[in-house]
């Protein structure tokens, strides 16, 4: 595997130093990441008809098996409107599934369907491969200090949201 000169170029302890230069070139690679790694969910996701906030609805409440609709409403950070609408077709639909909550009945918890959970299949897989073809040339120092870049952008309570879920290894 070679070394290309970006990778050259933050090696080390050029990375205490950071140009402008090189944070404006850190900050295009991550939206033309985001672009790449969206765009697969994106052309399934177009199939049905249904955008990111379905796919990261979908996403969440799998890895969050059970979770209230506040809860998810926390962890994506839109309104409860813009929840409402998602959650409305994805339940019409029947992909997930509203219960109300045993010990406070205020509250709706969701679960994905087998519907649900096959599309969530079909879009993880797209991004888990994806994403192992990247790791698998970058080595693994370079997987965890992108882990650890990740990690470190998050604002605090972002982290704690992240940390709380079923982030297993």
Known sequence: MSTSSSQRSLSGEHLLYLTD???????EAMFFA?????????????????????????HFIHVSYGTTVNHLLSILGITK????????????DGLVESKIGERDRRERHLFLTDKG????????????????EAFKQSGPEAVAGFR???EAMMD??????????NNDE
Request: hydrophobic letters at 35%; proline letters at 1%; charged letters at 30%.
């Open 81 to 92: 409107q813009s929840l409402n609408r998602v959650l409305r077709t994805l339940i019409e």
């Open 148 to 150: 650890r870049v990740l």
């Open 156 to 165: 605090k309570h972002m982290h704690a949201i992240y940390d709380g879920l």
């Open 21 to 27: 230069d090189q944070l404006r070139k850190s900050t």
């Open 117 to 132: 959970r096959a599309l969530e299949k079909q879009l993880s897989t797209v991004q888990h491969e994806r994403m192992r």
């Open 34 to 58: 985001y672009r790449g790694f969206t765009a697969d969910p994106d052309r399934i996701l177009e199939e049905y008809g249904y955008g990111r906030a379905h796919h990261r609805a979908i």
